[in-house]
């Protein structure tokens, strides 16, 4: 069961909405610990993300560039 528990009105705390001033509600909202693991869990990435592929164009980009700096690396060195 959920439990909302509605205090009072901070003067201070004002929504603008269709340009007009409306008094914002402070809700006080009481979790689970089943649902304050969830939330403490979504910041992480889950183990299908390094099974993901790239855009072919933004790899083929990246491919590319690290030739480009390995080329002028090389040839920095044959100078030296």
Not at 37 to 59: Q, Y
Not at 64 to 70: F, T
Request: proline share 2%; charged share 20%.
């Amino acid at each position: 069961m959920v439990s909302i528990g509605i205090t009072t009105v901070n003067p201070g705390l004002l929504a603008h909405v269709n340009e007009k001033l409306i008094p914002g509600l402070a809700i006080d909202y009481r979790k689970t610990e089943a649902e304050q693991g969830m939330l403490l869990n979504l910041h992480k990435t889950g183990w299908t993300e390094g099974l993901k592929m790239r855009d072919h164009s933004e790899m083929h980009e990246g491919n590319e560039q690290a030739v480009k700096v390995c080329y002028t690396t090389c040839q920095l060195d044959r100078a030296s």
